[in-house]
């Protein structure tokens, strides 16, 4: 008797489990703009839909994060937007909620005459991969991902963001008083270490050039080993980090490790004194509570990198494979110094031009 | 009924020949590998710098030089004396101070190593050692009330990433931080009173119970925070509690800054672990929760309200998890994050079973677990060539060590996790 009540019970609670997922699940569904046939879903073009045949139609699938995301997705979608203004055309896009929407975005897009579908994320890899394969004809672009062998009809942008992050590390080390700056990452993974490669890099080159003795604490590009959280979740992590590095006599710290970056920006607006460079995207647009502490921010340009790859297909030149965004494509860079203009000295300042130049002639080496 | 003193006698009183001979082996093991591993690596003259403060001291107070072979030297010579003493004549009950001791002169001999030529800020190691040691503590402490009193909680990470989305919710709305705290309390309330009529009244299996909570906890503020909290960014800047300094006391050189220079939620620690304590042990209540966690039939036929005791014990377990959960988003960073809470709570639940279910207890393996994660970090700055993924995993293999090899077996309370069913 009192058997079946507790197993009752169990079903029952199963049960609610169930129905809470799902009504996650529902709430988020009802949301979402996935369904290709209703015209209020899909944004409006920004210009009006051109009716003749000529111009581009480009499609951007989102990842989770959602078209204003102040990141990736709103980045990559101001990038699709310059190239329907500029090269004529329309720019629509449908976002994901979960991964399970990929696929049938892209399905969408796949039944609307799209021109180029872009497809925002490393997360979008394997649907967009499975959608080149069962539509040659139909052209794609996916940001962060490339792919091994590549697709004739896919152009994979992969971002040389050790050039950016060098070009940071240089400023940093032009500006530190402590003459001491650091990093950490969240896994030590290569898309993480690369940005910690080029800092590193970049203070060492500083140091040469100026005959000063910066020292970057968190990384040795030599012996590849360095500080990590050990995720890209715990945002108290990012404070202690922070805070140990900042307790070593640290004035400037690029955190690379996405949202726990952010637990590193309390601790220095906390302690004052220091800076912070934020990495992928400009974070006095992302965190707008920290501008006063932002030194820079390392950037993926992928609106530049979108607005590239749309310009391809506009004029025919669509290679597929891997498009580098690099430096000299402009795909990637460093933001503009804000709040942290008059801290940063005119002569890191003036360097800067030369410097990229050299980076872009293959002079600097900005990676070990 | 097993009680914290009987525990600690038995722990301390009896120390068998043979351990006192095999401790004294292991104290003059210390010594030689002080010497071996790290006085024979280091060269003569080189100094090692230990900072001495943080912050706004850092200025004003000297930071410690020592000669790194010296000190190793030195710290070698001591630790075998120790050890002579004990295989000599023993130090009965005092065997694991002079453990604790003699574990401190190695791990200071590691230190004084590892930034032999180089500097360590010192004060601030141990200041993130204590910091780190809060939420596992707050976790810790949410879990001994709730299995004191019989009851099985699992959900306390579950609880916490709650408490932390809602405090930072009505944090930024109200532009209160106390407010933000009460509902972050409030929340853990409501969580654990689904738990309590799931595994009190309904008898459910109760890691399913707290499971379901944990699921619905990261699914629900994961949610939330992608809908809202990312989009309407005025709502996710509920600003943190700054560190009060204690008149005085955080003037004191060293101590100072470690202790009495922090935020609200590490002196509530303090103030909840003392309560807990005296509470837990020296009342009226403590007994009853503990007897109802022990045999809640003898305590229901001694006329004591089993059914209430435990609805009470959970309660209070989740406000203290709630409260746990808003030191994430409101006592460090200042915004909440998907699964921020890192498994911070299942680290508690450790802390709680490696303490033996005691506060004081808990708080030390917090502390333990706080001090080699704060290590590590600050071993990866100086650069030592240790890959990152190892020195990822020191506080965990740290801690199991230590416990493992020096506490020994806890004892759970008789009854935890059995529904009582009143005949």
């Known amino acids: 008797m009192l058997l079946k009540r507790v197993n009752v019970l169990r079903t029952i609670l199963a049960l609610l489990g169930l129905v809470l997922a799902a009504c996650v699940g529902a709430t988020q569904r009802h949301a979402m703009p996935t369904a290709p046939q209703a015209p209020t879903t899909a944004a409006p073009a920004t210009q009006p839909p051109s009716t003749g045949t000529t111009g581009i139609k480009i499609c951007q699938v989102t990842d989770a994060g959602g078209i204003d995301d102040k990141s990736f997705n709103a980045t990559a979608w101001a990038g699709a937007q310059r190239a329907a203004a500029e090269l004529g055309g329309e720019a629509k896009y449908l976002e994901s909620q979960q991964q399970t929407d990929y696929e049938r975005n892209i399905n969408a897009f796949l039944e609307d ?3 180029l579908i872009i497809t925002v994320g490393f997360l979008l890899g394997d649907a967009t991969a499975a959608a080149a394969r069962a539509n040659p004809d139909q052209l794609f672009t996916i940001v962060d991902f490339a792919y091994d062998p590549p697709f004739a009809n896919v152009e994979g942008q992969i971002f040389a963001t050790d050039q950016a992050a060098f070009l940071a590390g240089y400023v940093a080390a032009g500006t530190t008083k402590t003459g001491i700056v650091g990093t950490f990452g969240g896994i030590q993974i290569p898309p993480v270490t690369v940005f910690m490669d080029g800092f590193a890099l970049g203070v060492q080159y500083y140091n040469q050039q100026n005959g000063t003795n910066v020292r970057v604490l968190g990384w040795d590009p030599a012996t590849q080993t360095g500080l990590f959280t050990g995720n ?3 945002t108290d992590d990012g404070r202690a980090l922070g805070e140990s590095l900042l307790d070593e006599g640290a004035d400037i710290i690029m955190p ?20 912070i460079i934020g990495v992928d995207t400009d ?3 992302s965190a707008p509570e920290y501008s006063n502490v932002i030194l820079t921010s390392v950037l993926k340009r992928m609106d530049n990198a979108v607005f590239e790859v749309a310009r391809q297909v506009a004029t025919g030149t669509f290679k597929g494979g891997v498009y580098l ?18 801290a940063v000295p005119d002569a890191v300042k003036n360097a800067l031009p030369d410097l990229t130049a050299g980076i872009i002639a293959g002079d600097i080496k900005t990676a070990p | 009924m097993a009680t914290a003193t009987a525990n600690t006698i038995t722990q301390t009183t009896y120390v068998s020949p043979t351990r006192q001979r095999v401790m004294g082996m292991v104290f003059l093991g210390f010594a030689v590998a002080i010497w071996v591993l790290f006085g024979r690596e280091t060269e003569p003259g ?17 930071p410690l030089r020592l000669p790194s072979l010296a000190t190793l030297n030195i710290l070698a010579l001591a630790s075998a004396f120790v050890g002579a003493g004990q295989l000599a004549r023993g130090f009965g009950r005092y065997t694991n101070w ?16 590892a930034a032999a030529d180089k500097s360590l800020n010192l004060v601030g190691l141990l200041n993130t050692s204590l910091s780190r040691a809060v939420p596992i503590t707050l976790g810790a402490m949410s879990g001994i009330l709730c299995e004191r009193a019989g009851v099985v909680n699992i959900a306390i990470e579950g609880m916490m990433l709650f408490g932390a989305m809602s405090g930072t919710l009505v944090a930024s709305v109200t532009d209160n931080l106390w407010l933000g705290v009460l509902a972050a309390v409030i929340t853990g309330a409501l969580l654990a009173v689904v738990h309590a009529v799931f595994s009190i009244k309904y008898m459910v299996d109760q890691i399913v119970s707290g499971t379901v909570i944990n699921i619905f906890s990261v699914g629900m503020t994961s949610y939330i925070s992608s809908k809202f909290l990312q989009h309407y960014q005025e709502l996710n800047r509920p600003g943190t509690f700054r560190a009060f300094p204690i008149p005085v006391l955080a003037d004191i050189p060293v101590v100072g800054p470690i202790l009495f220079n922090n935020n609200m939620f590490v002196y509530a620690m303090f103030a909840f672990l003392i309560l807990l304590h005296v509470a837990l042990f020296y009342t009226r209540w403590g007994l009853r929760l503990r007897s109802v966690g022990e045999h809640p039939r003898a305590a229901d036929t001694l006329g004591i309200n089993v059914f209430r005791t435990r609805y009470m014990a959970v309660i209070l377990g989740g406000m203290m998890a709630g409260f746990g959960g808003a030191f994430f988003s409101l006592g460090s960073v200042g915004r909440f994050d998907e699964v921020m809470t890192a498994g911070r709570g299942f680290i508690g639940l450790a802390a709680m079973i490696f303490g033996n279910w005691t506060p004081f207890g808990a708080f030390g393996a917090g502390l333990l677990f706080g001090f080699a994660d704060s290590l590590q970090a600050r071993l990866a700055i100086l650069g030592i060539p240790i890959p990152s993924q190892f020195l990822l995993m020191v506080p965990y293999v740290a801690t199991m060590i230590v416990l493992a090899g020096v506490v020994g077996r806890g004892e759970m309370p008789a009854a935890d996790g059995q529904p009582y069913v009143k005949e």
Do not use: Y
């Open chain 1, 113 to 115: 005459n799209c021109d």
């Open chain 1, 232 to 234: 890209f979740e715990s």
């Open chain 1, 256 to 275: 690379v490790a996405g949202p726990v970056g952010l637990g590193t920006a309390a601790a220095v607006r906390e302690r004052g004194n220091a800076w």
């Open chain 1, 283 to 285: 974070w006095t647009v």
């Open chain 1, 325 to 342: 965004a690099n430096l000299e494509n402009g795909g990637v860079g460093i933001a503009d110094f804000g709040a942290a203009a008059s």
């Open chain 2, 46 to 62: 080189v100094i090692t710098t230990f900072g001495m403060a943080v912050g706004a001291q850092a200025g004003s107070i000297e």
């Open chain 2, 98 to 113: 002079m453990l604790a001791l003699v574990t401190g002169f190695f791990i200071f001999s590691f230190l004084t190593w």
